[in-house]
């Protein structure tokens, strides 16, 4: 299925999608996907206004005292892709300055890692973008691993997508779209000392969603198929507005 131009359509009706792309992740992660030990969870994540940590409220979920969890055994971890892109002492820099899906294991209900789907609302002014790009910074130097997913075109804020802002953030090279209206999907590993690596893939309104990896430990990843999760959550789009996007 090709990905769509959701430019077409209001952000209501993205939101709408959103929530069923997200909760369609969740699904596929804790279908069998995950390792043992590690589960996926839809979670609330903001900024909190005025802080200058800019620390993310991310809700804690609890599991039951004393009661036995039930865990997916799940696949082994793969190491991570070879078209990984490493970028040393980036997390020492950023010190210097000063609805998601979320990846725990059940150890402490340790958060590992975060799956984020951009909407229009992240890039309709300059305080939300700077507040999701702060956020995503702030979670790599903690030492969780992100995946981003923009299935926007870039905007005066972001003229070379959400990645090339990160990467400035951790006072990084330049990074510039292979292309003018390039969509961004990118995925984060970090040990949380001096390093991330960066899986960075541009697809095109028309183009088949890649697969990518999702971190939950240094070299260790699974595969998430994106175009299966869109094409589950798309059969539930609203006629009238999937004629709209098909044509």
């Known amino acids: 299925m090709p990905m769509h131009d959701w430019t077409k359509v209001d952000a209501g009706i993205f939101h709408d999608f959103h929530q069923e792309w997200a ?3 969740k699904h596929t992660l804790n279908g069998g996907l995950l ?3 590690y589960f996926a969870s ?4 903001a900024m909190r206004a005025g802080s200058a940590k800019y620390v ?16 997916n055994p799940g696949n082994v971890l793969l190491e ?3 078209s990984a892109r490493k970028y040393a002492n980036a997390l020492d820099a950023y010190r210097r300055k000063k609805n998601v899906v979320s990846i725990r294991h059940i150890s402490g ?6 799956i984020e789907i951009v909407s229009p609302g992240n890039k309709s002014g300059r305080k939300v973008y700077r507040d999701l790009v702060l956020k995503s910074a702030h979670l790599l130097a903690q030492g969780i691993h992100l995946l981003l997913i923009d299935p926007f075109p870039p905007t005066a804020r972001d003229p070379n997508g959400v990645h090339a802002s990160i990467l400035e953030e951790f006072d990084l090279p330049a990074y510039s779209l292979p292309f003018k209206s390039a969509r961004t999907i990118v995925s984060y590993e970090t040990d949380a000392s001096s390093e991330i690596l960066a899986d960075v893939k541009h697809p095109s309104v028309g183009d088949s969603l890649p697969d990518m990896p999702v971190f939950l ?3 260790g990843c699974v595969i998430l198929p994106l175009e299966t999760s869109y094409a589950s959550a798309w059969q539930f789009v609203p006629a009238p507005w999937q004629e709209l996007l098909i044509s």
Not at 42 to 45: C, K, N, S
Not at 56 to 71: C, H, I, K, N, Y
Not at 109 to 114: D, K, S
């Open 35 to 37: 390792p043992r030990g």
């Open 42 to 45: 839809i979670e609330q994540a």
């Open 56 to 71: 993310p409220d991310v809700l804690a979920l609890e599991l039951p005292s004393g009661r036995a969890t039930s865990v």
């Open 80 to 82: 991570r892709p070879t």
């Open 217 to 219: 430990e240094s070299n």
């Open 23 to 25: 909760a369609s992740i």
């Open 109 to 114: 209900n340790r958060l590992v890692a975060m």
